[in-house]
């Protein structure tokens, strides 16, 4: 086991809203962000989580998000971006860069470059791009920096926005629901894409007692793995996400009978629904079952910033108490392995819990938060 850090800052842009406790009420509510959003080609399905307003071309509004994500995050944690003992981690899928001609033309780290210069970092930003799971490695890679001594404050951060290109290939690869996104439910047929941004800022756990920081959590540990089963599917016997998970509870020096909470990655596609089920089953199967939920029937599915925009939603679920339901679940599969909150919030008294992430290639990472009681 190695020294945790300290979660003193966090921010979000989604399809609903901004404000952490405003966003957190809808989600308790019930309430999605998906509308209609017109495209030139043919798709499975016209909706989207989009954050108004969609005018402005994709790269600046990559970077519009991450800009101001990043600056209310700092802005929570009462810190400010030049700090000589700060490190920007910044993680997206792709971007802008299927959907710009200039960004193609340039390194897909570019956008990093030029977000943490507006924003006043002293150093380059390290900058990744590991498909669905970049927000959560951004984590991850932030708290190793920590750990290492190369850092007392990394701002963490995944960012995503929607575009004609991303909607096309999941019509085309079938993975976009014709209907609405249903995690875990019976009848799920696929997920619908959104955008956004989240944001961590974590700090040595000295670092932040110095400055009596506002502590919102504490950050446990990692665990990544990568199964390569394929560019797309996921693996059946879901080995990456399982040792993903054991990995994660291994460096927080916890069990799985300490998990009481996880926020799932719950894309509502069969294959990964499946196989994500599979590894709880492994998990968490010999024991006590954590609460599970998931939110991308809320926020769509945010790609890049998926990592960071859950790892913040389970946070609130454990400082809050109360874990919001899933949105569209109204006829879980039966063989789920986990209780499922469906219709209304559930109320519990967890302290420590567990986000996942499932990415294209195999990219496999969970992250472990506690909240003080």
Do not use: Y
Not at 12 to 32: F, K, M, P, Q
Not at 84 to 104: C, H, I, K, N, P
Not at 189 to 207: P, Q
Not at 209 to 238: C, H, I, K, Q, Y
């Amino acid at each position: 086991m190695v020294a945790p850090a300290a979660v003193t800052g966090a921010a979000w842009s989604t399809a609903l809203g901004h404000g952490l406790d405003a966003v957190w009420r809808r989600l308790l509510a019930g309430e999605h962000g998906f509308v209609e959003v017109a495209s030139p080609h043919r798709l499975r399905n016209t909706l989207a989580a989009v954050i108004p307003p969609h005018g402005e071309g994709p790269a600046l509004r990559l970077r519009r998000l991450a800009v101001e994500t990043l600056g209310r995050a700092l802005a929570r944690a009462g810190l400010v971006a030049d700090g000589a003992d700060t490190r920007f981690v910044l993680g997206t899928s792709l971007g802008a860069w299927l959907d710009d001609a200039r960004e193609r033309e340039l390194p897909l780290h570019t956008w990093a470059d030029e977000v943490a210069r507006e924003v006043g970092a002293r150093e380059a930003p390290v900058s990744l791009s590991t498909a669905c799971s970049s927000g959560s490695d951004a984590i991850l890679v932030g708290a190793e920096l920590i750990r290492s001594g190369a850092a007392e404050v990394c701002v963490c951060a995944g960012v995503d926005v929607l575009t004609p290109s991303k909607r096309l290939a999941h019509s085309a690869l079938s993975t976009m629901s014709p209907t609405r996104p249903r995690a875990f439910d019976a009848r799920h047929d696929g997920m619908l894409l959104g955008e956004g941004a989240g944001c961590l800022v974590l700090e040595s756990m000295k670092h932040a007692r110095g400055r009596e920081a506002p502590l919102l959590a504490v950050f446990r540990g990692a665990g990544s793995a990568n199964d390569a089963a394929s560019m797309t599917s996921p693996d059946p016997a879901a080995t990456g996400a399982r040792l993903a998970m054991e990995r994660a509870l291994a460096d927080a020096g916890v069990a799985p009978v300490d998990i009481g909470v996880v926020n799932a990655h719950g894309s509502a596609t069969p294959a990964n629904d499946r196989a994500e089920a599979e590894a709880l089953r492994a998990l968490f199967g010999a024991g006590p079952s954590p609460l599970v939920f998931a939110t991308k029937g809320a926020f769509g599915h945010t790609l890049g910033a998926t990592g960071t925009m859950e790892a913040i939603a389970l946070i609130l679920a454990l400082r809050e108490g109360v874990v919001p339901p899933v949105a569209g679940l109204e006829q879980p599969e039966r063989d789920f392995p986990c209780p499922l909150p469906m219709g209304r919030p559930v109320r519990h008294e967890e302290r420590l819990g567990l986000s996942l992430t499932l990415g294209f290639g195999g990219f496999d990472t969970a992250l472990v938060f506690e909240v003080p009681r």
